[in-house]
């Protein structure tokens, strides 16, 4: 199943499901096109996890850390699905990063390895916008990662039941192939991640853990029309803006 949070046509919020192009809530149908598709989720915190993928570290001429490297994006960065991002101006470099997400069903903390997909709703997109001018200058990255816009999410939440355990993950830009992988070639598991985490902090209901992106990053443009594709859940897509420095 798809879960979709949208506003449907008289503005309220709603949580519904996505079958093809037809969303649903309450006995009442909606076609995707007529309603405005929001974040599938409100997170108190996004958890990510850099050179999860062995290509992407190498690309980053780093090495797949010994244990996961985790870094926050707080809900400032949250971005709707078919939105216009707007990005930071005078920045040489902004880059995309497609990323599988975990949406955690429910707050936990010391969850188990073998536990730990109970714990988990279900999986949706996201695309981990990261300004390297200040990433490379900052060990916290909160310049880098954590600014506004910097985490389009969505557009569904598909139950695990959805998605396959090689699912696909493709970013395009304009059209574009650029990045092309599956998720079975993460480093460290789903369940490690969550396992990994909870050691440290309590996850709440709609919080995502962003599990890392393949080889293929590389530096947006003012007007570039982005998607990420995940099989099982869908595509996220957006469009990028940048302001001219003032």
């Known amino acids: 199943m798809h879960h979709i949070r949208f506003r449907d046509p008289s503005g309220t919020v709603r949580q519904g499901t996505l ?7 309450g006995g009442q149908q909606y076609d995707r096109d007529a309603v405005d598709v929001l974040p599938p989720c409100e997170p108190t915190k996004i958890v ?4 999860n993928y062995a290509d992407h570290a190498a690309e980053r001429d780093a090495d797949v850390p010994d244990r996961p490297l985790l870094f926050l994006k707080p809900p400032n960065a949250v971005a709707a699905p078919e939105s216009t991002v707007t990005l930071p101006a005078g920045k040489e470099r902004i880059d995309w990063e497609a990323e599988f997400a975990v949406v955690i069903d429910e707050q936990c903390r010391h969850v188990a390895e073998a536990d730990a997909l109970d714990v988990v709703r279900g999986y949706t997109c996201l695309n981990d916008l990261s300004n390297r001018d200040d990433q ?3 060990q916290n990255w909160v310049r880098g990662k954590a600014f506004d816009n910097a985490a389009p999410l969505g557009p569904v939440v ?8 090689d699912a696909a993950i493709e970013l395009r830009v304009n059209g574009e192939t650029k990045q092309a992988a599956t998720i079975d070639q993460f480093y460290f598991s789903v369940s490690a991640l969550i396992a990994e985490i909870t050691e440290y902090m309590t996850l709440e ?4 853990i962003s599990t890392g992106t393949p080889a293929g990053v590389g530096a947006l443009a ?5 998607e990420v594709e995940i099989e099982g ?5 957006h469009d990028v803006e940048i302001p001219d420095a003032g």
């Open 48 to 51: 990510c996890v850099g050179r």
């Open 19 to 25: 079958d093809d192009d037809t969303v649903a809530f």
């Open 222 to 226: 003012d007007g570039d029309h982005v």
């Open 136 to 138: 490379d200058r900052e």
């Open 233 to 237: 859940i869908g595509t996220l897509e």
């Open 158 to 165: 598909a139950t695990p039941d959805e998605v396959p355990d």
């Open 205 to 208: 209901p709609g919080d995502v």
